[in-house]
C-alpha cells in the first residue's frame, strides 16, 4: 500500500448543487426513488443469480481490490458505485436466503421488514428523544409492551430496543448488578464479590459483560449440563448455597432459552424457582429462542420465561428480521433507572414528553421497531411463528437424516433448528476425526457450495448445521451431508491436505 501526501488546500472547496443535490430533500425526492430503486434492483438481480451460498473467496482476494481504491477519488455517480461494490462485496457475499446456508443464526429476512429497512433509514429517525422521533416512540413502546406481553412479564414490564443480543445481556447485568448493590445499600466495593451463574454452553457475551461492568475476572461462574445441554437445577441450588457461604455475592442467574449452539432450553420454572429462594436476578437469554413467542405449536417450551426479571430477545434471529432488531425486557420498568441519566441538551429530568434514552445505553438509536411493526401488520405473528416451526420440523428431520447415516455420529436433538455432528471415519481413522471434520468445513467453504459451522464439545472437532430457511429442504441437508463426507474422506485418503 503507498500512502499518498496531499498538499492541503488554502480554503475547503465550497459544495456545489451537485453535492447538495446528493441530499434528500424536496428537490431531489426523484433522485431518491431513482437512486435507491437501483440498489434494491441489483440486490433482487443478484439473490436471483446466485446458485451457491458463498463463492468461497478469501480475505486477501478481496482486500487486494477494496485496497486499491482511492477513496479520495469519488466516481461520481450511483451506478459506477453499484459497479464497483459488485466487485469488492455484492458478488462474494455470503448470501443467507440460499437454502445450503446452514451455519450460524442468520436468517433470511422477511419483506415488510425491507420495506421497514427503506423507509426507516430514508427518515432516519432516532428513538433518544420525542423531539427527534415522534410517533416512532410509541410504535417502539407499542411492540415492547406486544412483545412484554407474549413473554407474560406483568403489568410492570417495560424495555427497550438494542443493536443485539450481546448488548442485550450486558444491559440486564448491569440492571442486575444495581439492583443487588442498592438492595445491600452497597457501592462498588461489592464488585469483586458479585458472581454471575451460568452454563456452560452460555453465550460468550455473558463474560465479555462480566468483564465491561468491572466484575472479578473469575466473576462467571459455569454451571455442568445434563446430556440435553441444560442447566441442571440442582446444581444450580448447591452454587447459589456454596457462593453464599463463601461470602459472594451471586447477583444474577443466566438462564439459556435456545443455546448457540444446541438451541438447549435450561429448565426455567425449576431455575426461577431457585432464583426467588435467594432473592437473585433471573435473566434469560431468549436471543434465539424468541421466535417460540409466536409459535403455533411449541410456546410451551418457553414455560417459566415469565418469571423472569429481564429478558434478551432477538428479532434478527428467529422473527426473520434483518440485522439489527434486538430487545431487552424486564419484569420491573424501575430497574430501568439504571441506565437514566440526564442533559440539559437532551433529555432534561423535567422533561415531560417519553425519552427513550432514559432507559437505553445507547443514545442516538435506529428505529429498529419499524421493521418488526410492518412484519406484524403485514404478516401478523402467526405467519411468523408457521415458518419458525416449519424451520423446527425441517430440523427435526435434518437430525434423523443424519442419525441414521452410519458416516456420521450426531449429538442429542435440539429443541431449536440445529444439528451439531461430525464425520466419524471408521476403523484407525477414527482418530484422525476432529482434522478430517475441519478439513471438511474448509473446503466445502472454498467451494462455496454450501456453508456450515463448526463447534468444539468435549474437546473434539464438531459440526453444525443450523436451520432457520423454510426453503432449506431434507434433499439439500443430505447434500451437504454427501459433500462434507466426500472432503473428509479425500482428507484420510490424503489426496488431500
Ligand atoms: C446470538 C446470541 C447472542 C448474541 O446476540 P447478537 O445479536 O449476536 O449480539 C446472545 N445469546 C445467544 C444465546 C445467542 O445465540
Given at each position: 500500500m503507498t500512502i499518498q501526501v496531499r498538499p492541503v488546500a488554502a480554503a475547503p472547496p465550497r459544495p456545489g448543487p451537485a453535492a447538495r443535490g446528493q441530499l434528500l430533500h424536496a428537490g431531489t425526492a426523484e433522485a431518491y426513488r431513482r437512486v435507491v430503486l437501483a440498489g434494491v434492483d441489483r440486490v433482487a438481480r443478484q439473490v436471483t443469480a446466485v446458485?451457491?451460498?458463498?463463492?468461497?473467496?478469501?480475505p486477501d482476494a478481496l482486500a487486494r481490490r477494496i485496497d486499491a481504491?482511492?477513496?479520495?477519488?469519488?466516481?461520481?455517480?450511483g451506478t459506477a458505485a453499484l459497479d464497483e461494490l459488485e466487485e469488492v462485496w455484492l458478488r462474494d457475499a455470503v448470501w443467507f436466503?440460499?437454502?445450503?446456508?446452514?451455519?450460524?443464526?442468520n436468517c433470511p429476512v422477511a419483506l415488510p421488514a425491507l420495506l421497514g429497512e427503506a423507509v426507516l433509514s430514508a427518515v432516519?429517525?432516532?428513538?433518544?428523544t420525542w423531539d427527534q422521533s415522534g410517533g416512532a416512540t410509541l410504535v417502539e413502546r407499542r411492540l415492547i409492551d406486544w412483545t412484554a406481553g407474549r413473554l407474560g412479564l406483568g403489568p410492570a414490564a417495560d424495555g427497550v430496543f438494542t443493536s443485539g443480543g450481546s448488548q442485550s445481556n450486558l444491559h440486564a447485568l448491569l440492571l442486575a448488578r444495581q439492583e443487588t448493590c442498592a438492595r445491600r445499600g452497597a457501592?462498588?466495593?461489592?464488585l469483586p464479590r458479585l458472581r454471575v451463574l451460568t452454563s456452560?454452553?452460555?453465550?460468550?457475551s455473558v463474560r465479555k459483560s462480566a468483564d465491561l461492568l468491572g466484575?472479578?475476572?473469575?466473576?462467571v461462574v459455569t454451571v455442568d449440563i445434563d446430556a440435553d445441554r441444560r442447566l441442571r437445577p440442582a446444581e444450580v441450588r448447591a452454587e447459589l448455597a456454596r457462593r453464599r457461604h463463601a461470602g459472594e455475592v451471586v447477583m444474577a442467574v443466566v438462564a439459556t432459552?435456545?443455546?448457540?449452539?444446541?438451541g438447549s432450553i435450561d429448565p426455567l420454572p425449576e431455575l426461577a424457582e431457585a432464583c426467588a429462594a435467594e432473592r437473585v436476578w433471573l435473566h434469560v437469554d431468549?436471543?434465539?429462542?424468541?421466535?417460540?413467542?409466536?409459535?403455533p405449536t411449541r410456546?410451551?417450551?418457553?414455560?417459566?420465561?415469565?418469571?423472569?426479571?429481564s429478558v434478551t430477545v432477538d428479532f434478527?434471529?428467529?422473527?426473520?428480521?434483518?440485522?439489527?432488531s434486538s430487545a431487552l425486557l424486564v419484569r420491573?420498568?424501575?430497574?430501568?433507572?439504571?441506565?437514566t441519566y440526564h442533559a440539559d441538551y437532551l433529555n432534561?429530568?423535567?422533561?415531560t414528553v417519553p425519552n427513550q434514552v432514559d432507559k437505553?445505553?445507547?443514545?442516538?438509536?435506529?428505529?429498529?421497531a419499524l421493521k418488526l411493526w410492518l412484519t406484524l401488520r403485514v404478516m401478523g405473528p402467526d405467519a411468523v411463528g408457521a415458518l419458525f416451526d416449519e424451520v423446527l420440523d425441517r430440523a427435526a428431520a435434518a437430525w434423523a437424516l443424519v442419525g441414521a447415516d452410519p458416516r456420521f455420529e450426531v449429538l442429542p436433538r435440539s429443541p431449536l433448528s440445529t444439528v451439531v455432528f461430525r464425520h466419524l471415519p471408521a476403523g484407525p481413522d477414527a482418530t484422525r476425526a476432529d482434522p478430517a471434520n475441519r478439513y471438511a468445513r474448509r473446503a466445502m467453504t472454498a467451494s462455496g457450495a454450501a456453508m456450515v459451522a463448526a463447534t468444539v464439545v468435549d474437546g473434539r472437532q464438531y459440526l453444525k448445521l443450523t436451520l432457520?430457511?423454510?426453503?432449506?429442504t431434507v434433499t439439500d441437508v443430505g447434500r451437504v451431508l454427501d459433500l462434507i463426507a466426500g472432503h473428509a474422506e479425500a482428507y484420510l485418503e490424503g489426496g488431500a491436505r
Open positions: 446458485d451457491r451460498p458463498f463463492t468461497g473467496i478469501g481504491i482511492d477513496l479520495d477519488r469519488p466516481l461520481g455517480d436466503h440460499h437454502p445450503r446456508y446452514l451455519a450460524h443464526l432516519n429517525s432516532s428513538l433518544d457501592g462498588r466495593e461489592l456452560t454452553a452460555g453465550h460468550f466484575l472479578a475476572p473469575d466473576a432459552a435456545g443455546t448457540t449452539d444446541f431468549a436471543a434465539y429462542g424468541c421466535g417460540l413467542l409466536v409459535s410456546r410451551h417450551l418457553l414455560a417459566g420465561v415469565e418469571r423472569a426479571d434478527h434471529k428467529s422473527f426473520f428480521q434483518p440485522v439489527s420491573d420498568r424501575r430497574t430501568l433507572r439504571h441506565a432534561p429530568a423535567d422533561a437505553s445505553l445507547q443514545t442516538t438509536r435506529r428505529f429498529d432457520l430457511n423454510p426453503e432449506t
